[in-house]
């Protein structure tokens, strides 16, 4: 999994952090959707960050198309419900000049052909990206803090598939497979850390689609690899 880095982390200097973030309930992040069989949640991923961002600099929350991505961001790693890759995504829409509405560009759940009449109806944009730096959850922290953050995890495990509610403390390795996005952190009553993260499997999984996944583990990569591969859009 391999792509450009940015190089500069703009959060570097962020200190005093609130003990919790929810951008749940700031307004930021949209609601859950199902990316059904396609294995495209790298758009998902990049799209619920960008929707952040996009409420932060706007004012304006809005649902964002997946589909497009789907069908018409194929030229590098991004290969539709084949996999692809969260800053691919921050590319090929920055090279777009933006993104348009779900309800413009419905997600089908299939690869498609590009419709060029709906991709050209921009309805936000972003200016660049960046990178975490990997295997930091301070560093993910000090950006999450800040806006939605889109992180890739190793969702494989038969735990994690079947989590149903609580902080997931479950095994699960490194070798990146999903992407979702990071909505918050916080701390549960008996005092175990979470991030709280915006997964694409619908709303009957997890806490109504979403997970808390145990934070400041031993391992530098975060639970699941949650703090290796992690990156935000501009705007």
Same mark, same amino acid.
């Given at each position: 999994?391999?792509? =450009?880095?940015?190089? %500069?982390f703009?959060?570097? =200097? ?5 003990? !919790? ?8 992040? !949209? ?5 059904g ?36 961001d ?28 779900? &309800? =413009?560009?419905? @997600? ?12 050209? =109806? ?27 953050? &889109? ?11 079947? @989590? ?14 999903h ?5 918050? @952190? ?7 850390? @979470? ?7 619908? !709303? ?12 400041d ?11 290796m591969?992690? &990156?935000?859009? %501009?705007?």
């Amino acid at each position: 999994m391999c792509s =450009n880095k940015a190089t %500069t982390f703009i959060y570097e =200097n962020v200190t005093a952090l609130p003990s !919790t973030v929810d951008w749940t309930k700031k307004g930021a992040v !949209t609601p859950i959707k199902d990316q059904g069989q396609c294995g495209c949640c790298w758009a998902f991923s990049a799209v619920a960050a960008m929707e952040g961002v996009t409420k932060l600099t706007t004012g304006t929350l809005i649902s964002l198309s997946k589909q497009e991505l789907v069908d018409c961001d194929t030229k590098g790693e991004d290969q539709g419900c084949q996999g692809g890759l969260m800053d691919d995504v921050f590319q090929f829409i920055q090279k777009n000049k933006g993104l348009t509405t779900e &309800s =413009n560009y419905p @997600y089908t759940g299939v690869d498609g052909t590009c419709n060029a009449n709906q991709e050209a =109806n921009h309805a936000a944009t972003i200016n660049g990206f960046q990178d975490v730096p990997a295997n930091s959850e301070d560093a993910l922290q000090k950006a999450v803090a800040n806006q939605p953050v &889109s992180v890739a995890i190793d969702a494989s495990g038969f735990e994690f598939q079947f @989590y149903s509610g609580g902080v997931f403390t479950g095994s699960c390795g490194t070798q990146l497979d999903h992407g979702v996005t990071v909505v918050g @952190y916080g701390e549960d009553d008996d005092g175990t850390k @979470y991030w709280l993260v915006k997964n694409s499997w619908g !709303t009957s999984w997890g806490e109504q689609g979403y997970i808390r996944m145990q934070r400041d583990v031993d391992a530098n990569e975060g639970l699941c690899g949650i703090a290796m591969q992690a &990156s935000y859009p %501009t705007a």
